[in-house]
Nanobody
Framework: QVQLVESGGGLVQAGGSLRLSCAAS????????MGWYRQAPGEQRELVAS???????NYADSVKGRFTISRDSAKNTVYLQMNSLKPDDTAVYYC???????????WGQGTQVTVSS
């Protein structure tokens, strides 16, 4: 069973930066993608950024040019560098790891990001 542990959330002023980390443990092997999603109060969970096993990335339009996803495969850890934060970025941010070939899908517990105006 894979466990995903997020860290790095917090309170920041608009225009500031945060870096989220998500460490995966559990011993599964194989091709997998990792990504970040967020959910604001009263809203649906949405994709923020993802990275496939081959390194290709995908970003929500709202964060392009401000957020960067990266991955350390040796540490089985994914990061989200968030710059130029806006109050609209306030949400709980969740890490996800998917083993598409094996049908496994894991989520972290979430970390709160609050951006004050």
């Amino acid at each position: 069973q894979v466990q995903l542990v997020e860290s790095g959330g917090g309170l920041v002023q608009a225009g500031g930066s945060l870096r989220l980390s998500c460490a995966a443990s559990g011993g599964l092997f194989g091709r997998n993608s990792m990504g970040w999603y967020r959910q604001a109060p009263g809203e649906q969970r949405e994709l923020v950024a993802s990275m496939a096993s081959g390194g290709s990335t995908n970003y929500a339009d709202s964060v392009k040019g401000r957020f960067t996803i990266s991955r350390d495969s040796a540490k089985n850890t994914v990061y989200l560098q968030m710059n130029s934060l806006k109050p609209d970025d306030t949400a709980v941010y969740y890490c996800r790891q998917r083993y598409e070939d094996r049908g496994y899908d894991f989520w972290g517990q979430g970390t709160q990001v609050t951006v004050s105006s």
